[in-house]
């Protein structure tokens, strides 16, 4: 199979340590595929030691924009029907992009997810978040998801260019992809992956990281299953009014108290949030889709 409808798509902050073994092994698996990095602000030689390696196309941007932002500008900027991300840390094997790209280059698939296996390497303090993340995503797809947030995956073009609005510019692409493909119908695939050790050190910190987790779960929720969302939160309030209310109406006899009734009225205002929300989510998801047809 040869790689000239590929386009191999690298986001890059920090990696001048890796980025081209990254780039060398990839251009030698894949001489015909495009191959973009982004360096995403990098106050380091990370953009220097990219131009070095031959037949790498190399874009900058002047301040860290993110992991998401940085894909963005690549795909963007790529010319070939079928788009696949790698990590430039050097955790990732050429040989296993192949596995990842081939379904969609077949045909067969509409993308395909490399999954790590359970002995990757994944940072203790991390664990925690990750896994009540996995969590969330779950009931949300309601599927198994075999792996959320690999940073090793590949796309049809026009499959993941109707869904640029929607993604974040942080590292939550990954996940808000996977849960896209998922929720739209589309055929995705899984290939088993193995990862190395990351060369350098990651950009990723426990307290910055716990935050941006808390935020993708309350963005995932939303965007992919607002309704039942507002619709928790306002049955917690509803049922906690009518509790406290009803208690203290019976036990002092002076009726329902005010702050009862202002905590009912937050909950019904709240669950006719959630019909407007599920609405307005509803569109953004389908902005720029077009029906498929055939399974495809």
Known sequence: MTY????????????????????????????????????????????AAARAVEGV???????????GGALKTAMRSSTRPVIAWCDSDGQHQPEDLVKVVQPVLAGEKDAVIGVRSSGSDVRRDRLVGKGILKMVATMVARDRIPDLNSGLRCFRGDVIFRYLHLLPEGFSASSTTTLLLMKRGYRLGYEEITTQQRTGTSSVRMLRDGWRTIHLLVRILILFDA???FAFL??????????????TAFTVGLGFPVL?????????????????????????????????????
């Open 234 to 247: 306002s049955a917690v309030q509803i049922i906690a009014a009518l509790i406290y209310g009803g208690f």
């Open 227 to 229: 309704f039942a969302f």
């Open 57 to 67: 196309i190399v874009l900058s941007h002047g301040r860290n924009v993110g992991y």
């Open 4 to 47: 000239e409808n590929l386009t191999i798509c690298i986001p890059a902050y920090e990696e001048e340590e890796a980025i081209a073994d990254t780039l060398i092994g990839l251009r030698e698996l894949f001489p015909e595929a495009e191959i973009i990095v982004v360096d995403d602000g990098s106050t380091d030689k990370t953009a």
């Open 260 to 296: 009862a009734a202002v905590v009912l009225i937050s909950g019904i205002l709240t669950f006719f949030m959630g019909l407007i929300c599920d609405q307005i989510t509803a569109m953004r998801l389908e902005r720029l889709e077009v029906p498929k047809s055939d399974g495809k």
